[in-house]
């Protein structure tokens, strides 16, 4: 059955792809899957229709037949559980695989989200200055240890996966931080994901909905 989820109808990136429904268009180019998309204003994400479908009035949400999911990770997983693809066939090359999604939502991103939300709202506070060497600095221990493990491979476990597609999209909200550059294969690993042709055809789509509010 074609899924539909939410996304922004003005993201505020203008189309940059960082908004979370840019990783569930990616899946579901990455297994064929058509896909519909319910554009909502941030008003309409607070409305009680949508609260229905999430409970904290964010993008994205999933509805597929009588199913609704939020949580990125929650539908990447239902997805690549559902399409071959984004999962390895062996029993524990796919709970490796789910190991790194997890690991990309809740290792890795959270300094990256903190450090992004630091540079949008903090830049005026007198605390500014201390506060962001700080939390780049916890970035780097991250990037740091991913490199390590990543070493010369192209992925992070064999083949390309779901775990890499959720780690890529969480790295590439540092693009513009000058952080990633400090790594040369993580910048690797995030440029090879972002040149798979899926990734172009996700990415194209969400631009798609800027450009045309923009024109509008
Ligand atoms: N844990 C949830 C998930 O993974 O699905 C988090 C969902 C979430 O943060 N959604 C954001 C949202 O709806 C959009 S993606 N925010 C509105 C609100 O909370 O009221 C986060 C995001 C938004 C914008 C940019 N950007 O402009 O660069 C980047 C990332």
Redesign the pocket.
Known sequence: MRPTITA?AN???EG?G???DMRLRWAFEEVGLPYDVRLVS?RE??QPAHLALHP?????TYEEGNLAL????TIILHVAERNPGLLPDDANGRARAIMWIFAA?STVEPPIVEY?QADLVERDKPWFGQRLPMLQERIRVRLGQLSAHLGDADWLDGDFSAGDLMMVTVLR?LHGSGLIEEFPNIAAYVARGEARPAYSRAFAAQLAVFTAASSD
């Open positions: 922004f993201s505020p990136d940059a960082q908004a979370r941030f994400m607070k904290f009035g964010q993008i994205p939020f949580e990125s990770g939502l992004d909200r």
